[in-house]
Structures are given as C-alpha cells and as structure tokens.
C-alpha cells in the first residue's frame, strides 16, 4: 500500500485504501509450516488470517496446537504432497536450520533436495501464495560463508518473490519486548502482485530499555520456581566475589580453576589462553580478597564444577548479582542486566530473576514471546519452556507482517 501510486493520492485517500486493504486483508488464508505451539498463527489470526493448514512432528506441541487452535498438525511435511496442502495467500514457516551442506554449490533448487527447505519451495511452486513469512535463527545468515542465505534467496526470487536484498535481523526488544533474541526473517511478496520493486521493511535501531521495572513480570511467584539452597549459596558467592573486587567490569568470563595456577598454556587455542591469562592476572590483583574468598567457599570444592564459571555481562549498569538476570549455563553462570531477559532457548537455562530470586514461570516465557493471556499452556512445565523457546516471537511476526501487508 505504499506503492508509488497511493504515494501520488492526497493522505485520506490513501487512508482509506489503507483501512479497504486491511479490511480486505481479513480474509486471507494461511498455512502455517513447522508450526510449533502456533506463534505465527496467533500473528496472522489478529490479523485475520485463518488458518487451513498447519504440520508439526513433535508430539507435545501437535497437542499444545490442538488444544489452542482445534487444528491437528500432525504431518511430517516431508511426507505431505503439495497437492495435499490446501489454496492459501500466505505461507508461514518458522523452518528449522538443517544444514544446507549440500546446497550453495551451484545455488540451484534441486541443491535444497534433502533439506526442509526444498518442502517449503515445492509448496511455494505449487501453490504461489502472494505472501511469505519464513523465520530462523541468526546464524542462518553467517552459516556456511553466507551461502545458505545466498540460496534461500536465489531460490525464493527464482520462484518470482519479490525478497528483501538483505536478510532482515530483528530482536523482541527493537519493539518494546523485554527480550534479546536476533532472528531472521524473510518475507517476500509475489512479484507479479506488487508494483514495488523493493520490498522494504524498517527495523526500529536497537533501543535498550532502562529500568528493570519493564523487564520486571507478573511478580507472581509459587514455592516450585524458587531458586534451590544449592543454588542462592552459589549466587551468593559470587556476588561476594565480585564486590571484593576493586574493579568490577569483567570483560571475560572468571574461571576459578585458573586462580592461582601457572601450568604452560601454549597447547591451547588462543582465544582460550587469553582467557587464562586475564583470570590469572585477576587473581594476582585481587589476591588477598579471593584468597579469603576461596577459602571461605572451600575452594569451591562443593560446586558443580560449570558453576565455577562466571559471566558478568551486565558491564557497570549494576551491582549485584541479585539485581541481574541470572542464568546456570553450561558455559558458567550468566548474570546480564535487568532490563532485557536473554533469548528463551529450547530446553534448558530458564532465565532466573535475581531480585525475586526465583525463574521465570511457563507463564511468563509465554508473556516474553508474545503469546496471549488465554492461551492454554502445555501441562508438561518442562515442555511448556521447550515450546516458548522454540517458538517464534508473535509482536515480532506481526510486526513485520503488518508491513509486509501493505505491500
Ligand atoms: C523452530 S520450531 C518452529 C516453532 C514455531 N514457529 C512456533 O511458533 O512455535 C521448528 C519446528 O519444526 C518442527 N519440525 C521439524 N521437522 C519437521 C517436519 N519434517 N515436519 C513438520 N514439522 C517439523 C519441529 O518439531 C519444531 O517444532
């Protein structure tokens, strides 16, 4: 709807084919691939899309689906003909990044064959909906020298989308969403059904919030998310050793085991013996607070030994550990700035919130990722995180969608 020509009629026109296009835009219909727990469905159903299709393999979201929407989403898409698929004006697929050795040779559509790619493309050359929406991690754009987006795209524009040049990267909290999670999106509209020859979509720049107030969730908290004794002894710890600290940026993640040691480093990789090198000067700089500290914590003897490693990345913006959000990852424990929760991943690290002391609730991933107060939460809780994680952000689906619609 921005195309030249409104760009020439007086704005309440434009206004009101903008209002007549919407209107019109209620009716469309869309097919939702790889669909999850639903996040794009719920984007295009406020939109007024309805859905005639939808496939999922993983038992518990097919369940947490049909609870939410009545639609069974049972079917590997890898076994579903295209002729199968019913008429839609829109395809949404949050795909999942498969590895696309094989392709980028000869960037061609047979080179997709064998990926999950290839099955949104033969969808798309059956049935040429006039509009995309496909969705993946941002390491899709990086993977295999930028040849994997370089295919994507040579095969959607071979296909006659009309694509963005440049991959679109976008973060929940570019909108306001107290999330840090860079995706890629790629919308594409059909070239013959747009007058445009770019296909622009504006990302907001990265604005940070400020407060921790608007990261701050339902406050609601039951005794199951609570932090474990094991757990606050550990935080506790390290929130000591960081104020006996006489400076308290750490540009690099604190390994324990390094205090104190001298052992020859030269085997290593280098980015790793950097890493020793500043956790030993740490140590000497500070020696006689983590001496005490060490001592104090039994030399650390009763940690998992992950737990030994600890990353500050909340730079000078606070000053406890209890008033970051913490994570316990398999690379150490994470402690980030108040403001923003880190991307929900699949399965593990549920981001701990440090004031209340306690996790997120399924709830509250829900919240995070867009999901709405009605919607029916998987009873399984470890799969209830599994899916919010998985799923798409739905402000950011819309976001792009409400755009990619007034083309
Ligand atoms: C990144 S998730 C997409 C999540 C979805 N956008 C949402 O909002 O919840 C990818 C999904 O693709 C599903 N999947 C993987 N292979 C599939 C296949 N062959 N057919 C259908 N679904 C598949 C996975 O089970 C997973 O739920």
Known sequence: MQSFQLNRVPKFVS???????LQKMQHFKFIDLFAGIGGFHIAMQSLGGECVFASEIDRYAIDTYKTNFGINAA???TQVSEHNVPPHDMLCAGFPCQAFSKAGKQNGFDDTRGTLFFDILRILNHHRPKYILLENVRNLVAHDKGRTWQVIHKNLVDLGYLIPSKPIIISPHQIG???LRDRVFIPGILKDQTKEKELNIVVPKSKRNTTQSQAATN???SADLKITDYEEYVLKAWDEFLQGLNHRVLGFPVWAAEFGQDYNTEQLPRWKQEF?????????TNQPHIDRWLTKYNNLKDFVATHRKFEWQAGTSIQSVWDGIIQFRPSGIRVKRPTEFPALVAMVHVPIIG???RRISAREAANLQGFPTSYKINPNKQQAYKQFGNSVNVDVVRYIAQQLFKH
């Open 15 to 21: 206004l009101y084919i903008f209002v007549f296009q």
């Open 219 to 221: 406050g609601k908290s």
């Open 355 to 357: 004031w209340e002391k």
């Open 177 to 179: 969403v107290p999330q």
């Open 276 to 284: 020793i090198r500043k956790n030993r000067e740490l140590y000497q």
């Open 75 to 77: 079917f590997d898409i």
